[in-house]
């Protein structure tokens, strides 16, 4: 369709519609790609309220000669969301669950509902829907039916389309129509309307009548193999009228896999299914893929309701990702495959025939073992970051999507892969290989860099090759993910000039005037055409201050982003983007950013560019939490790339007066350490924080009456300080002049304990430079640090640090920032000897050098909440388990991302209101619930101040507990 635009029309649609119509540059550019290698910019976005507002949309649509690009939450894996028309995105308003239907098991959903969402709002009435692709936690129902998602249970489950039972859509020619079962009487009736409805009607039924025997010999579902190639043509063929027992005349199935491209649904009535029984999960682990592969018709035959491969490739991936190797505990031996099997039933009986397929198992395939998994989330939380995990492999050369969709019987698997195999080392390419092999599904993905011309003719050799190789196994090109705009120029291929010619005949005359999703299913354009990578400028080796050598670049590290959007969470699901969580807005995830970045780093002038204000905006409100360093499973490091890039840009604009002042914080603190009370004075007027724009309703840090350095020096050691050896303390900005009752607890805990304590002079990490962006400021404060450090990790001594966010800088910017040589040496040193408080605690307590009995019973409840960077970069258990040392204490855990603070981000005046609510989302009502007594345990200096600004409430640092819980020893 012809795009014809301009600023008038679009003024016109907004003001015709209650939802939003975004038309600026930052807008298209969040929306430029998905979870496929494509990206092109969109004429704008939409985001409608309501059924009225699609209506009015398709007529201005259709005026304007406008395509509308159906979006929900964008993690298409072959391009179904990318286009140059309007993106209609019913993520935003249209996520009403409207009705549940307990007793006829039924749920009225709007197609922006998320699928976690809405089994959770489902599961007191022990009821769910069904399907479970990997993405759960952000997919939603429209996006579900677009692409007839399944997931790891499709053996039991199928997929959306065999769970939904009707839909209300709103037709090319802005008709709302229902569509649901029918009688044959019914469907007769629907055959003679002389409406667009009725046409639709016609063109379907007609197709299937013409070419019935064709339909059921080329679509490989009637062979068992899942398909979502073309229009489910196959699915009416197998039913009523043709089949008089089969299943009714229904279109609302037939819309589940045709991507937006026949109407726009705007409501689906849903089938639901009861939660499942109990369930145990088999990992057998085999010493070769090819053994594997030769399990699976066999493991078939003990009736699983999963069967799942992972290779060695996303197995070594997920031992050595930060998030996943807490999941990787069940992993026996370096198998070259592992099958993880589900099987469901009733205890006893399942117990039974849980032995019987480990006996199977053990008969041979290289099955070296097949243990019952403890934890099975552990397992299938490895499973469902393959994706993730495969693109945050450092470098360029990427395991890309193309081929990944492709099936064949189970009993050609072994055979199968051995011709993939075969052509991959024609091309000397290697191949990852995992997936739903219990449905004969692989996602194969070849490693290549489409940066390089020389592998985008690799890539189209390969897809052009490989079809002809499924099309020799009578097997599917799109078995889960659907074609889009990278499988369908290969459709005819595969089903044959008369299946082409009948999904066109559907395709007209549902949308004459190619208003949905043009180029998708049909008529695509080039396999290459707008590839991510060609969007890049052909720049010179891009100027950074940071080494992003394991990146391959600054430009790799941007590419680590699939579009997967692991990072569009819900409160109490991690830590990771905090401001999503409130805002609910693309721009504010870790995808959007990374998007937007990405783009304006292949732009000219790259980071400091024309549109480099867009990505200040983007990066507004990143918090620098560090949650997506390690929950995204591909690793993007978001904080470190904003400092990159604020940095870079402030060089190019200036540096704002407040970053002046936030730099000169630890110089400032120590002047007002010698007058602290006439220091404290002044910051409490009102004009300090006028000046540097920080919100008057923040009280700014008071400094401490005498320093940590003048308390230490009025003390005498502990008689019994030093015989389990000595540690160093590293006192921090925040320790010395703001907390130093937190440092004295540490000192006295640490010596009574038995260790000898040295304490270095005061030092900065240089956290707060890092956070405005000032690298070259924050490469000055390592430097000091690292002089005075070194030697002590030179000798092997603990390096223990109060002060997440500080102490954890020297494990983490502190490696990338200093440059190679001597500076970075010592930097690696002194980072395998840094070690919060609760992590030396923890680990001393393991090798029983610290024990329970050195505290008292004394009976205590604790809620807990995790600093974000020790979350991210430490985990949260060596804090719970330092805590649970004091044997009386019962310990919760707050289930709360970041608390909204981050350092000098909730004192900004712009950011106030936002911090606060990000911090009312889990933590400060979990502080404000608890009963009487309890006492609030928050490691990090920002969070105690955030949860004494929210609830009135003083929470403690571990060091601070435990120092009161310990006995005389």
């Keep these: 369709m012809p795009q014809l635009s301009s600023n008038y029309s679009f003024q016109e649609l907004s003001k015709a519609i209650q939802g939003e119509v975004l038309t600026d540059r930052l807008s298209r550019m969040l929306y430029a790609t998905d979870a496929s290698p494509y990206q ?63 007793q006829g098991r039924r749920a009225r959903v709007q197609p922006g509902v998320v699928l976690d969402g809405l089994n959770e709002q489902l599961r007191p009435s022990g009821l769910m829907f069904a399907p479970d692709p990997s993405t759960s936690s952000r997919c939603q129902i429209g996006g579900m039916m677009g692409n007839n998602a399944w997931g790891l249970h499709s053996l039991r489950d199928g997929t959306t389309r065999d769970h939904v039972l009707a839909v209300k859509a709103v037709l090319s020619d802005g008709s709302v129509v229902g ?14 309307l002389n409406s667009l409805e009725g046409k639709i009607y016609r063109a379907v039924v007609e197709a299937v009548e013409e070419q019935r025997e064709v339909i059921l010999d080329r679509y490989p579902s009637t062979r068992g193999i899942p398909c979502n190639q073309g229009y489910p043509l196959d699915l009416l063929a197998q039913g009523q009228p043709w089949v008089s027992d089969g299943r009714p005349f229904n279109l609302a199935p037939f819309f589940c896999g045709s991507e937006g491209t026949l109407s726009l649904v705007v409501e689906a009535t849903l089938k639901l299914v009861p939660l499942p029984k109990e369930r145990t999960l088999i990992g057998a682990h085999f010493s070769s893929l090819e053994g594997a592969l030769g399990a699976v018709a066999m493991v078939l035959e003990h009736q699983p309701v999963a069967v799942e491969l992972l290779d060695k490739t996303i197995l070594d991936l997920a031992r050595s990702n930060p998030e996943q190797a807490n999941n990787c505990a069940w992993i026996e031996g370096a198998p070259a495959a592992v099958l993880l099997i589900e099987l469901e039933g009733d205890g006893g009986q399942l117990q039974g025939r849980g032995e019987a397929l480990a006996g199977a198992l053990g008969g041979g395939n290289g099955c070296y073992g097949a243990p019952v ?61 995992y997936g739903s092999a219990g449905r004969g599904l692989l996602h194969l993905r070849p490693k290549l860099d489409l940066e390089l011309v020389e592998d985008q003719a690799r890539f189209q050799s390969i897809m052009t090759q490989m079809v002809e190789l499924v099309k020799a ?58 590839l991510r990578t060609q969007q890049e400028t052909p720049l010179g080796p891009t100027l950074s201050f940071l080494d992003w050598s394991k990146d391959q670049g600054l430009r790799g590290a941007g590419a680590r982003c699939n579009g997967a959007a692991v990072c569009l969470k819900g409160a109490g699901q991690g830590t990771m983007c905090p401001s999503y969580r409130v805002t609910q807005e693309e721009q504010h995830g870790t995808r959007g950013r990374a998007n937007v970045f990405r783009q304006v780093l292949a732009s000219p002038g790259g980071l400091t560019g024309r549109d480099s204000p867009l990505l ?24 470190l790339m904003k400092a990159e890039f604020l ?46 724009k920080l919100h008057p309703q923040r009280q700014l840090p008071t400094l401490a009456h005498r320093t940590f350095s003048s308390q230490l020096r009025d003390r005498s050691p502990h008689a019994h300080g030093g015989h389990l050896g000595e540690v160093v303390l590293i006192n921090d900005l925040w320790t010395e002049f703001f907390a130093p009752q937190i440092g004295m607890s540490a000192v006295n805990c640490l010596e009574q304990l038995g260790y000898g304590v040295t304490v270095t002079p005061w030092l900065s990490s240089g956290r707060i430079q890092l956070s405005q962006g000032l690298l070259t400021h924050a490469q000055e404060r390592f430097q000091e640090a690292i002089t005075v450090l070194y030697p002590y990790a030179a000798e092997g001594k603990p390096l223990i640090g109060l002060e997440p966010s500080e102490l954890l800088t020297f494990r983490d910017e502190a490696l990338v920032l200093l440059p190679v040589g001597e500076s970075r040496r010592r930097a690696e040193a002194i980072a395998g000897k840094a070690q919060l408080f609760e992590e030396f605690m923890a680990r001393e307590a393991a090798v029983g050098h610290i024990h329970p009995s050195f505290f008292d019973d004394r009976s205590r409840r604790i809620l807990v909440h995790g600093h974000c960077h020790g979350k991210a970069l430490a985990g949260m258990q060596p804090l719970l388990d330092t805590l649970a040392l004091m044997r009386g204490a019962v310990i919760e855990a707050i289930p709360s991302g970041c608390c909204g603070m981050a350092g000098a981000f909730g004192y900004e005046q712009e950011h106030y209101e936002l911090s606060l609510r990000i911090g009312e989302l889990v933590l400060l009502p979990a502080v404000r619930r608890a009963p009487a007594g309890t006492l609030v345990c928050a490691p990090g200096i920002s969070c105690r101040t955030q949860i004494k600004d929210g609830t009135q409430v003083l929470a403690y640092h571990p060091a601070e507990l435990l120092q009161k819980a310990l006995l005389s020893v």
Aim: include cysteine; charge should be positive; aromatic fraction near 6%.
């Design 40 to 102: 092109q910019l969109p004429l704008g976005v939409v985001r409608p309220r309501s059924v009225e507002d699609c209506v009015v949309l398709i007529d201005f649509a259709n005026r304007h000669r406008i395509s509308l690009i159906p979006r929900a939450a964008g993690t298409s894996l072959a391009g179904q969301c990318v286009g140059e028309g309007l993106v209609v995105d019913v993520s935003r308003h249209l996520t009403k669950v409207l009705e549940i239907d307990v």
């Design 179 to 192: 569509f649901g079962p029918l009688s044959p009487g019914e469907l007769e009736a629907k055959l003679a």
């Design 373 to 433: 998994l403890p934890f099975p989330e552990q397992a299938w939380a490895v499973r469902r970051a393959g994706l993730g995990l495969l693109m945050g492999v450092a470098g360029k050369r990427k395991a890309v999507t193309g081929i990944e969709d492709t099936a064949v019987a189970v009993a050609d698997l072994p055979q199968y892969v051995i011709q993939v195999r075969t052509l991959m080392a024609r091309y000397q390419v290697d191949c990852v290989i």
């Design 473 to 530: 196994f009578r097997g599917v090109f799109s078995a889960k993910h659907g074609d889009g705009r990278l499988r369908a120029s290969f459709l005819e291929t595969l089903l044959g000039k008369e299946i082409i010619a009948l999904l066109r005949r559907i395709k007209q005359a549902a949308d004459p005037h190619q208003c949905f999703n043009p180029g998708k299913i049909l008529e695509p354009p080039p396999l290459l055409d707008s």
């Design 616 to 639: 200040k905006e983007a990066l507004d409100l990143c918090l620098a939490c560090k949650g997506c360093k390690t929950e995204c499973p591909a690793g993007v490091d978001m904080a």
């Design 647 to 692: 940095q870079q840009y402030q060089n190019r604009y200036g540096l704002p007066w407040r970053a002046r002042a936030l730099s000169q914080f630890q110089r400032l603190a120590w002047l007002g350490s010698f007058l602290p009370a006439v220091a404290n004075g002044l910051l409490a007027l009102k004009w300090p924080r006028r000046a540097l």
